[in-house]
């Protein structure tokens, strides 16, 4: 039952930085006017900086430190697949820096490590949150700016919902992105669910993946059909998580299909039946639309697998039913695979393509620069969601 809903994604945000701030408090800066009014003085430091070649300056005021790193996704290789690493200088203040190369116009991720202990930027409020650690964001602009840039054009909205959860036993979140006039109107709208990777939340796909600017953007340009995107929580809110018994339907498939469908069937203006659904998600998420979206082709018929955990070359005795071209012609509307090019689950995905390939199956595979990174997500969802819903 839908207890509470609103959009509060926002808020929450502020008020985890403000609670875990104090964490990671630098020590203090030189003395002067502006923040920190009763509560000593205000540290002047930047960081990060964006310049206009699109180069950025990271900064982290630590004098008593001797080693300082700073690791960013832009640095990501397929040994290190989310991020590599950089050792930052010392100047004669204290202050370790370390200037960036021009930087692609999109969300990237950083964080410091001090003598060996990891940490977010602690003057930076844009925080990417985790289940279990946290880092730093920030947004380099683009000119023009890219489709997953705020631009001026209708938005839409994100509600936050919470409810008890049986699957899971536990109170369970996920976001909801309405399209413009979504509030307005009396239209029902197909659903993509789109889940994220492991370790993130239920904001994930808003926070650094930006899907509620996407789709504005690309509504507004007229290249997607106006759609609702359901953003669950892939994960357990329960200190003692439930072990499904041998058998049993494991909880995210139990959770997706019997809780939050009907859910959002009865809460929103959905229209009904699998060709009003798709199904994607990064990383884990792809291999929850592996292992969940495409065991269910009854409600879903369009899929997408961004970076996605698992897939392989076994979809024929995976999936008999759906392994022929007629079958698949029948069930599956679209099958998108995108992945970056310095991740090591670009093995798995090829072989995904060669399988598909092989069994003359209708399918997208694309790979760009990165690693196993938002940058490329944003990117998956802005191919993707065109190709949804399209008639005929």
Sequence with gaps: ??????????????????????????????????????????????????????????????????????????????????????????????????????LEPTVHLYFFTVDGMT??????????????????????????KPVWQIQDVPRGTVDMNWYHSSAYNDEHQFAVYLPPGYRKGNTRYPVLYLVHGAGDIATSWTNPGATNVILDNLIAQKKVVPMIVVMPFNGSNNPAPVTPAPGATPPFEEYLTKELMPLVDSSYRTLPGRKNRAMAGLSAGGGATWNVGLKHAELFSQFGFFSAAGVNGTFATKYPELASAKAAADKLDVIWIGVGQQDPLNAGSKAFDEALNGLKIKHTYVTREGGHVWPVWRWALSEFAPLLFRKG
Excluded: C, Y
């Design 119 to 144: 940490m977010a930027d602690p003057v930076n409020p844009d925080v990417k949150l985790r289940v279990r650690t946290s880092g730093s964001l920030v947004e380099v602009p683009g000119d023009p």
């Design 1 to 102: 039952m839908l207890t509470l809903r609103s959009r509060r994604i926002l808020s929450l945000l502020v008020l985890t930085v403000a609670l875990t701030a104090p964490l990671f408090a630098q020590a203090p800066g030189p003395s002067g006017p502006g923040r920190g009014r009763g509560r000593g003085p205000a540290d002047t430091l930047v960081s990060p900086e964006v310049h206009p070649d699109r180069t950025v300056t990271f900064r982290l005021r630590a004098p008593q430190a001797n080693d300082v790193v700073l690791t960013g996704d832009w640095m990501a290789t397929l040994d290190a697949s989310t991020g590599g690493t950089t050792k930052m200088t010392k100047d004669s203040s204290g202050i370790w820096s370390f200037t960036s190369p021009p």
